[in-house]
Every structure is written in structure tokens, then in C-alpha cells.
């Protein structure tokens, strides 16, 4: 049998290039050199026998063995992060924790996550609720909910403590066999013309539309829709382009069709999760293992 062994080092390596789409961005992020990050992946994609990466002039862009080995990369770190942080699981931990989430979060990143809290803290009652993010706030600052996790790029209250804890990269969604996916390098300008498709839940709109006139440039809409699995069939059936985070991002529509993604050469600002609660206040014991899973969900 083969030997796959890898350390923690190559899978934080390997998640930051995935999540950066860069060596060099990921080299900068963790502090090190390009070279160690590129020597740190080949070196998981001779173990693993498969390639992780496709490399391109505008980054490096996911395999689906990648995107798959990303997932467990994650279960990965969240398990050795919960090793180094041992002192805080104290199965005593008990008591009500009312915690709202933006529908993004709910619906594609805090299930999975929930469940892992219940595990670590079987005493710890947790109730939730899918709110939009005005509502949370609301819900925070009157003493009704305790936590929040939301889409922290899109709060800006000095009467919250917000933390975030992962940025989620925006890329360029297209379908198999577009245009543009055979050009070196694409930018907005290239965009312009393309019909697209704007996804509006969690203020995705606004903030489209933010960055699109900080370059002075206009998308063509062809449909605002607030689910994402419409977005995801009308860009792999052709129909349009669209820029949503790799949060969201699935490389199948739910006909089976395929959906790429294209670093764009102009930056585009991440989406970024976070946890929230009313500034000011002493946090319980729950609130704060809470927190602190979150704060240490990337090791």
C-alpha cells in the first residue's frame, strides 16, 4: 500500500493556496516562500497520486479532487485545532445559546459546524435562527440572541463586536466550454457585454454593484434572483456569467452541468464570515467556547 502520510503544514499550505487561488498570495499570507508552498503541494499530490490543482496564468484553480480533498482538509484542521485548544472542551459547559445566522451561513457553511459543537459540548443547548442581517443585529443588541454568525463584511456597528475568521475568495463563475475561459487573463471590461446573473440574499447585490462602479463600470443584468442554485443552472446552462464567493461555489449545477471559475485580474473584495455579539457585555462561558470554536476553526 502506498504511503500517503502528510503533515498539517502541507494541508494549511495547500487550503491557503485554495483559498488565495495564488502561491504567492498564499506565500504572503502564511509567511514563508513560493517555493516551500509549491514543494509543500507537490509533494501532497505525489502522495495522494491525483492533481489538486490545475495551474493558469491567472492562479491556481481547484480540481474536483481538489475541491474534495479541500473539504476533509477542513475536518482536518478543525480536529487538530480542537487537540490544541483541549483546555476549553469542558463537557460541564451547559445552559441556552441563542444564535442567528445570515442565510448564506446557514445554508452553506454552519450545519456542518453546529454538529461538531454538539459533539464537543454535549450540555450546551443550542437554538437558532435564520435571520437577515438587519434583523440579527437588531436581535443581538436587544438582549434576544446571544451569538450570531454572519457575513461580517457587511456589518458596520460600532455597537457590535464582530470577529472574523474566514475570508471566502469571489471568483468569476462560468459555464464549461465560455469564451473566456480559453482568454490568458480576464477582467471586468471583459464582463461588460455578458449577460449576468445577480444574486441578491445577504446584500450580495449592494455589494456587486459596490465594487463594479469602484471601477467605473456597470454589469448588464439579465436577472436578480435570491437563490443561488438559479444562479449556479443559468451560468452552466449558458445563459449568463456571475461573481460569487468559493463559499458558495458547487463545480455541478442540479442538471449535471458543469461550472468553472476565473480569478479575475482586478481585485475583488472577499466575503468574509465572522461571529458577533453586543459590545460592552461580559460573555458567558458558552458565548465564549462559542466564539472560540470559530476564532480556531482554521488552526
Not at 463586536?161 to 473566456?180: E, I, K, P, T, Y
Not at 451560468?235 to 468553472?260: F, K, M
Amino acid at each position: 500500500m502506498a504511503n500517503i502520510d502528510f503533515s498539517t503544514r502541507q494541508v494549511r499550505y495547500f487550503v491557503c493556496t485554495a483559498e488565495t487561488g495564488q502561491i504567492s498570495l498564499a506565500a504572503q499570507a502564511l509567511n514563508i516562500t513560493q517555493s516551500a508552498v509549491t514543494a509543500a503541494i507537490k509533494e501532497l499530490e505525489s502522495r495522494l497520486q491525483t492533481q489538486l490543482f490545475v495551474r493558469q496564468p491567472t492562479g491556481m484553480l481547484l480540481t474536483e479532487a481538489g475541491q474534495y480533498f479541500l473539504n476533509h482538509c477542513y475536518d482536518m484542521l478543525n480536529s487538530v485545532a480542537a487537540c490544541q485548544n483541549i483546555r476549553h472542551h469542558d463537557n460541564d459547559i451547559h445552559g441556552l445559546l441563542r444564535v442567528a445566522a445570515t442565510y448564506t451561513v446557514m445554508g452553506y457553511f454552519l450545519p456542518f459546524h453546529l454538529q461538531r459543537l454538539q459533539r464537543l459540548y454535549p450540555n450546551l443547548e443550542i437554538r437558532l435562527n435564520e435571520l437577515p442581517r438587519v434583523a440579527v443585529e437588531a436581535g443581538l443588541l436587544s438582549g434576544e440572541l446571544d451569538m450570531a454568525v454572519l457575513l461580517s463584511s457587511n456589518v458596520h456597528n460600532p455597537q457590535l463586536n464582530v470577529h472574523s475568521f474566514m475570508d471566502s475568495q469571489r471568483r468569476l463563475w462560468v459555464g464549461q466550454g465560455h469564451a473566456l475561459l480559453r482568454r490568458n487573463s480576464v477582467d471586468f471590461a471583459d464582463l461588460v457585454d455578458e449577460p449576468y446573473i445577480m444574486l441578491t440574499v445577504d446584500e450580495a447585490a449592494q455589494t456587486a454593484q459596490a465594487y463594479w462602479r469602484q471601477l467605473g463600470l456597470q454589469p448588464r443584468v439579465m436577472l436578480n434572483t435570491s437563490s443561488v442554485e438559479a444562479v449556479r443552472s443559468m451560468v452552466a446552462n449558458g445563459a449568463g456569467v456571475s461573481i460569487l464567493s468559493d463559499t458558495v461555489y458547487r463545480p455541478w449545477s442540479l442538471e449535471g452541468r458543469r461550472i468553472n471559475r476565473i480569478r479575475l485580474q482586478s481585485p475583488v473584495p472577499p466575503m468574509s464570515l465572522g461571529v458577533a455579539w453586543r459590545a460592552g457585555i461580559e460573555l458567558s462561558p458558552a458565548q465564549n467556547v462559542f466564539c472560540d470554536y470559530f476564532m480556531h476553526r482554521l488552526g
